[in-house]
């Protein structure tokens, strides 16, 4: 899936181009609007954009010339010429910018769908290439990468180091960073399409994740990636200081700068999906010192997976939660090593809790170790690993297991791995049932919230901003959320509603078409016969004619 900007001073044509040709149909996921050059820069600055349609003749910054600033930042920009200037010249100017479509307008919905159609093939004819398997064993061979990881590792593992010692390891492995330098965190998860690969085809598939990263990340931000113990991909990021004097001219840098990132980490997200044919959930941190602030923020990221992901896939988030974690005793050894059920439950993964179990009472059972000692020590870890995950989601564990938890009040012995096992598959039925409630009735009642708002302004240009600022929620994991919930787009939804209502204005009042055209947000009456044609098949006054309206 690709982003696409349309660029045009006739708010018309930007409008109906962005709006009536279904965009995600042929791979575009989302569409950003320009109604000048200089808002269409402040919009590539801030958004990761594939594509560009642009007219030419424009005030203040010409098409030509919004394209050759695009170039010198970014050189796998894809650019349309969309204008009404047939002149040779212009065409000649445009393809020396290495513009390779031309269009005249009014071009179809057909030209421009094809024309948009020839730039994605050009874009994943060159990520293609960037992923040969020469490029991928070439990766695997540098050892740069895996001292670069064995520093991210201690950093998150919170290993604390001199502000002599941090720069100048920084400097051996050539990373472009300082100790005072503001950072984030993103946490990788890696889900359906690499869960069937054993572990050296699974490393490779890491390696290219982190080559995409490189690429996706290049223009905008340094990076230094690495896995954590959970087997999770580990980002450290920071802004390129050239991109960030540029950004500190628009207002509230700070904002601009996470919304990059943002952007930046959802292509990065669907790029993996696309050439790797996986999906990956991520979370991304809030900034932070690179010095100080690594372990909290890679620790909240963690958290906020086995919080607010849990068995969902192919999810993004960002958090600015903070997560500590303790350090288990080794005694039986599958009890202890990583990860530990602790860990696990923090992550929310229902299947990895279950085989965990499996692993600790085989190997109790195989080797004998089922005294009356080791079996408390068994139920100690597991009872201190539940309550530590129910208090984590503000849980009593008290009340989450009900008669469960005559153990902890009771402290009669379990007599047996097989009944000490019985006990354990309860609490985890209990605990992740539990769980999936409160996302589910969470994620209802964010979908009420959204449908409540869009009702309510419906007269209003409803944005998915808006809603996502009204509700306070993330625009991608508002907009994932009510797609997987309602099987609706939230733009379908609000055109859906919108013709409902003019439908029922038309029938039910004498309106103008220009007033009912007002009442449904929409201030350009052409544009709105339009829509509504596309919706229903037939101008508002064919559909107020074959329906009769009240007189």
């Not at 919170?158 to 492995?173: A, C, I, T, V, Y």
Request: hydrophobic share 40%; with cysteine.
């Amino acid at each position: 899936m690709y982003q696409l900007l349309i660029v045009d001073d006739e708010h018309l044509v930007v409008d109906s181009l962005a709006e009536t040709i279904n965009w995600e149909e042929i791979g575009i996921e989302q569409v950003y609007r320009a109604y000048s050059g200089k808002e269409a820069l402040q919009v590539i600055n801030t958004h990761v954009i594939d594509i560009v349609i642009t007219d030419i003749r424009m005030p203040e910054l010409s098409g030509l010339e919004l394209i050759e600033t695009i170039r010198e930042a970014n050189s796998r920009l894809k650019c349309i010429v969309h204008s009404g200037y047939a002149d040779f010249n212009y065409a000649k100017q445009a393809m020396s910018s290495q513009v390779t479509e031309y269009l005249i307008k009014p071009a179809s919905d057909e030209e421009i769908i094809q024309a948009v159609a020839r730039m994605k093939d050009l874009l994943t004819a060159e990520w293609a290439e960037l992923l040969t398997q020469k490029k991928v064993f070439a990766a695997l061979k540098e050892q740069a990468p895996l001292l670069r990881a064995n520093l991210l590792n201690d950093l998150i593992k919170g290993k604390r180091f001199g502000s002599e010692e941090l720069q100048s390891k920084l400097e051996m492995l050539h990373i472009p960073m300082q100790g005072e330098d503001s950072i984030a965190i993103a946490v990788l998860r890696l889900e359906d399409g690499f869960s069937k690969f054993d572990s050296s085809s699974l490393a490779l598939f890491e390696y290219a994740i982190f080559n995409i990263a490189e690429e996706t990340f290049g223009a905008h931000f340094d990076l230094v990636a690495g896995k954590d113990s959970y087997d999770y991909l580990v980002l450290l990021i920071k802004m390129k200081a050239s991109k960030a004097e540029k950004l500190a001219a628009y207002p509230d840098p700070e904002a601009q700068l996470s919304r990059l990132l943002e952007q930046t980490m959802l292509k990065l997200q669907e790029n993996v999906r696309t050439f790797l044919k996986g999906k990956i959930s991520v979370v991304i941190s809030s900034w932070g010192i690179l010095a100080t602030d690594v372990s909290g923020l890679y620790q909240a990221c963690v958290t906020t997976i086995r919080r607010s992901v849990g068995n969902d896939q192919d999810m993004f988030m960002t958090t600015g939660d903070n997560l500590t974690t303790g350090t288990a005793m080794r005694s039986i050894n599958s009890l202890y090593e990583t990860p530990t059920m602790m860990q696990i439950l923090d992550m929310g993964q229902r299947d990895m809790t279950l085989s965990k179990l499996e692993a600790i009472t085989s190997e109790m059972e195989s080797n004998g170790l089922d005294s009356h000692e080791q079996l408390t020590e068994v139920f100690f870890q597991l009872g201190a690993a539940f309550a530590y995950a129910a208090h984590k989601n503000g849980k009593l564990l008290e009340e989450l297991l009900g008669a469960a938890y005559e153990p902890f009040v009771s402290h009669k012995p379990f007599l047996s791995v097989k009944q000490l096992k019985e006990w354990a598959l309860q609490v985890v039925g209990l605990f992740y049932e539990d769980m999936n409630q409160s996302m589910a009735t969470a994620k209802n009642s964010s979908i009420q919230q959204i449908q409540r708002y869009i009702n309510a302004n419906l007269a209003e240009d409803v944005t998915l901003q808006k809603i996502a600022d009204h509700i306070h929620m993330h625009p991608v994991y508002l907009s994932k959320i009510f797609k997987t919930e309602t099987g609706e787009n939230i733009s379908e939804y609000i055109i859906r509603l919108k013709m409902e209502k003019a439908a029922y204005l038309l029938k039910q009042t004498d309106d103008r078409i220009y007033q009912i055209c007002s009442k449904i947000g929409y201030q350009n009456p052409p544009y709105f016969i339009k829509l509504f044609k596309k919706f229903f098949g037939m101008t508002p006054q064919e559909y107020r004619d074959a329906s009769g309206s009240i007189t």
